[in-house]
């Protein structure tokens, strides 16, 4: 008998060591990836996306994990209609053609038991670059409304336009960008 309890709780701790990955999908609208970048060295214009989908899968006791992020460009959203026009068109965005951005991570670093940095490739514009995003926020918990697991962070990396073949007004329009996701994810 005492060799079936030990054997019982044996195997109790080991299946805890080798906790399986979850994968959580990516809110919409709880997810908002904005950027921002210098007009003219007047100020600092900050404009969004509206519509992002994905999937990020952890595994906090192997400390790993995968982040695969869709946004929409053609929901930029910079708070006038004209100028959403403006940076769909060729020059920018050109949503006409590249109607989708993507990042895909290729490794998530973790620092204790949090994701720290996620390494990946960024494609805009029909253009892949390596980025990395550093992780400012993370925390998962119940949702207290939802009563489903979930997951929230915020990342944020910097990027050049000129890199994308947006460099349209560069230098008088920052060439630099940052890019930041806030993003709140389910578990299904």
């Not at 620092?111 to 990946?120: E, L, N, S, V």
């Not at 997951?151 to 890019?179: H, L, Q, S, W």
């Amino acid at each position: 008998m005492k060799k079936l309890i030990a054997l019982a709780i044996a195997a109790g701790i080991s299946s805890a060591a080798f906790a399986a990955p979850e994968t959580y999908t990516i809110e919409g609208t709880h997810t908002l990836p904005r950027f921002e970048y210098s007009h003219l060295g007047y100020s600092v214009q900050l404009s969004r996306f509206d519509k992002t989908t994905g999937t990020i899968t952890l595994d906090r006791a192997a400390k790993t994990g995968s982040v695969d992020v869709t946004i929409d460009t053609t929901s930029v959203n910079t708070g006038y209609a004209l100028f959403n026009q403006h940076i769909q068109g060729a020059d920018f965005l050109a949503t006409a053609e590249f109607p989708t951005a993507t990042y895909k991570s290729t490794k998530v670093n973790f620092k204790g038991d949090a994701p720290a940095t996620i390494d990946g490739n960024l494609t805009l514009k029909g253009i892949t670059k390596p980025v990395t995003l550093t992780v400012v926020s993370f925390h998962c918990m119940p949702h207290p409304m939802l009563k489903k697991d979930a997951c929230g962070a915020t990342a944020t990396a910097k990027v050049k336009r000129t890199d994308f073949n947006m460099g349209k007004n560069a230098p008088y329009v920052g060439d630099e960008v940052t890019i930041t996701i806030p993003v709140e994810a389910y578990k299904p």
